[in-house]
């Protein structure tokens, strides 16, 4: 590059100017970066604006009319410094309408354990005989027959031991007396030893009601010489009178067998229980066949 020729004089002019020209821009630069004032600058801090009042928007100018307009443009793009301010909630207010509730009991499980079953006896008891009888009969002999009896096993009624008689392992009997069945209902039966050692399952005998007399005594004819009573009952199906002597027997089974005027007695002939029948109140001294009519003396009789 050839180098300017100072000994023109259009040359020097040019590169004085050039010169000029280059102090100049300096000065230009130094008064927008720098500027000519002494004190140093200052910048105000400002409160960091809330949320809501942040605002997209230009930049407010700074107050300090020291700076220049070109270093106010550049603060805009300045670093902004968030501050956040401490937030603490109000305590909250007791509420009166509220309570503690305790929480409900915890409900106890109660497990049950699982029963076991009883060993099964080790003497079998398999049937009694007879197994149903009437209330009020005589006495009468029970067989019972099982398995695996000994001699020194008993037969036990309702709890209570009777003399037993040992026929084999499979065969006991024993005599029911009639107090045991004076009423209707079941009686238990179990064989076992006094000391309960061994023993065998339980069984029962069926004590039912026995069949009664359909009558009512209603009334007695009594002859002057009383020879014979006769009696009057009724039938309770068709309310038809009969007139029955001692002896006779009613409905095929009752057999009279003695007529008062309190009551009539009637014996089952196939069971040989006897039933009683009173008179009923309402027919007690009444109807005419009841008794004898008195003699009335007529008016016109002299005395």
Do not use: C
Request: no cysteine; charged share 20%.
């Amino acid at each position: 590059m050839q180098l300017a020729d100072l000994s023109k004089p259009g040359e020097k002019k040019k590169l004085i100017w050039a010169a000029a020209l280059g102090f100049g821009a300096i000065l230009v630069l130094w008064w927008v970066l720098i500027g000519f004032d002494s004190r140093p600058a200052t910048t105000t801090a400002k409160p960091a604006a809330s949320p809501a009042q942040q605002r997209p928007g230009p930049v407010a100018q700074r107050s300090n009319t020291s700076i220049s307009p070109d270093v106010q443009s550049l603060a805009a793009f300045a670093p902004i410094e968030y501050q956040p301010s401490s937030y603490n909630a109000p305590e909250a207010k007791r509420n009166i309408f509220a309570y503690y509730e305790p929480p409900p009991p915890a409900q106890k499980v109660v497990t049950e354990a699982t029963p076991t079953p009883a060993p099964p006896p080790p003497v079998l008891l398999a049937s009694v005989s007879p197994s149903n009888v009437y209330a009020r009969t005589g006495d009468f002999k029970l067989e019972v027959a099982g398995d695996k009896f000994t001699p020194d096993m008993r037969i036990f009624v309702d709890g209570r031991e009777l003399p037993t008689s040992y026929k084999g392992p499979q065969q006991l009997s024993t005599t029911i007396s009639a107090a045991f069945i004076s009423a209707p209902g079941a009686r238990q039966v179990v064989v076992r030893t006094p000391d309960s050692r061994l023993f065998s399952n339980p069984a029962s005998i069926n004590v039912a009601a026995p069949p009664t007399p359909n009558y009512t005594y209603i009334g007695i004819i009594s002859p002057e010489n009383r020879v014979t009573d006769t009696a009057l009952v009724q039938d309770r199906n068709n309310k038809n009178i009969l007139t029955v002597y001692r002896g006779d027997v009613l409905s095929g089974r009752f057999r009279v067998t003695s007529i008062s005027e309190k009551e009539l007695v009637l014996v089952d002939t196939s069971l040989k229980i006897k039933h009683t029948l009173a008179m009923s109140e309402s027919d007690k001294g009444g109807g005419p066949l009841a008794r004898p009519t008195p003699r009335v003396d007529a008016e016109d009789d002299e005395p």
